[in-house]
């Protein structure tokens, strides 16, 4: 039963009712139902006044135990595992073409929060996804992210994933290209950070699949100190001046 009468949100646009469970939030003619831990996120948040906007839905049941709300500016998506979380924007947008919550990602384990970059990032149980203007919203799971993150994530020198994750054809090692070159991890081989300027000396030579085979060390500065060496199964990449060749 209602607990109090409509009043006006702090904003003037619109109303909210108390209820015995929650709250409905009215605006532009369509009210919304929030209750439980959605309507406490939400509230959290700043509520209409917040990031999120007003409701555009009421709280949703999940066949798998969960629940969500859509509003104008994001969604609240709770399960029992990972609590109530807010994904907004582009984050959102890759994550909702991924299948939501039932794509390989899951459930998000934190809100979209801000890198200091100027990027945007958020957690999910099967991953993360990371988005900047110049690089788009990318999605990094597994064993590179980790990698990855060992590397100083997007404040290192590799700085922000420019695809999503991906393991090789031969499925032989899982990867991910980023801003300041590429990670390579071997299930034999190890993990191995081949610079940009190497990178595209070795795809010139066909990449994994061709006669150079996978990274078997680092790039290490040559004897001149000019340019870089990296050692593959099948020969070497020389780089300088930004070229590396075959």
Do not use: C, K
């Not at 991906?166 to 950070?193: E, K, N």
Request: negative net charge; hydrophobic residues 40%.
């Amino acid at each position: 039963y209602p607990t109090s009468d409509a009043v006006p949100t702090a904003d003037g646009v619109g109303v909210v009712m108390a209820f015995q469970g929650g709250e409905v939030y009215a605006a532009s003619g369509a009210g919304h139902a929030l209750h439980g831990p959605v309507r406490d996120r939400f509230t959290a948040a700043g509520g209409p006044a917040g990031e999120l906007g007003y409701p555009t839905t009421g709280v949703r049941a999940l066949p798998d135990g969960g629940a969500f709300a859509h509003f104008e500016n994001g969604s609240i998506y709770w399960s029992p595992a990972t609590g109530a979380r807010v994904v907004t924007g582009a984050v959102r947008q890759r994550w909702a073409a991924t299948g939501w919550q039932n794509g390989a990602l899951g459930y998000p384990t934190s809100d979209v929060v801000d890198l200091p970059g100027g990027g945007r990032a958020a957690s999910f149980q099967g991953g993360a996804i990371y988005w900047s203007a110049a690089t788009g919203a990318r999605v990094v799971g597994g064993p590179v992210r980790d990698a990855w993150l060992a590397a100083g994530g997007d404040a290192g020198d590799l700085g922000m994933p420019t695809a999503d994750s991906a393991a090789t054809a031969d499925g032989l090692a899982q990867y991910g290209h980023f801003q300041g070159g590429s990670l390579y991890l071997h299930r034999d081989l190890g993990t191995r950070l081949v610079p940009g300027d190497v990178l595209l000396g070795w795809q010139e030579g066909g990449g994994p699949a061709g006669p150079l085979g996978y990274p078997t060390s680092d790039a290490v500065p040559t004897a001149d100190g000019v340019g870089v060496v990296m050692a593959f199964q099948g020969g070497e990449v020389y780089a300088a001046s930004g070229a590396g060749h075959a």
